[in-house]
């Protein structure tokens, strides 16, 4: 695998919603807006369809610097040229999947609710942790929603936390005030009629991180 593009600081973790037939196009309006980090879900079993369009989405992302993460299929982002894989509750630990990836892929852990899995998973190398939902979730309705002070409780893990779960930027100011090193979102970004302008609003959230960067 090559040398994956460096995790960068605070943002939106924007998370796309195919198939559709307008993902490229989305998806540079989403990074022109300000997204840190992107993530590929696709649960479909197009195999020819996912490839091209994880390639795709590598070279693009490469273009703006973002990493590109790849949604529980390790072989989907060795394939692409990926930059990491986000794991859920029945994927392999971080170990085993640098062991495939390289030792400087970018492995995010899902923790839901569980403060123990993410110490569990930081200690086993993981490069993020996440929790949610925060808020009911259009994407994962049956997704149990976790208290805010989660985000306060992990502050002494050592790596980056996403929130996640129906965050908008009109609800996310408070998962940012609480710790939330990313917002990830998958409806409020790819989902309303202007994406660059959704992205942008998050990205507004983190004003310290834009100024900073300048």
Known sequence: MK????QPG??????????????????AQALAGGTRLLQYRDLSDDTARRRAEATALAQLCRAYGVPLIIDHDIALALAAGADGVHLGRDDDDPTAVRAVLGEHAIVGVSCYGSLSRAQAAAR???????????FPSPTKPQAACV?????????ALGVPRVAIGGITPDNGAALVEAGADYLAAVTAVFAVPDVRAAAQRFAALYPSDRESAR
């Open 10 to 27: 605070r943002g939106l973790y924007a998370i796309t919603d195919g198939p559709r037939a307008d993902l490229l196009d989305v998806v």
């Open 3 to 6: 040398t994956p593009t460096p």
């Open 147 to 155: 208290p805010l002070d989660l985000l306060r409780q992990s502050a």
């Open 124 to 134: 086993a190398g993981a490069s993020y942790v996440s929790f949610g939902a925060f």
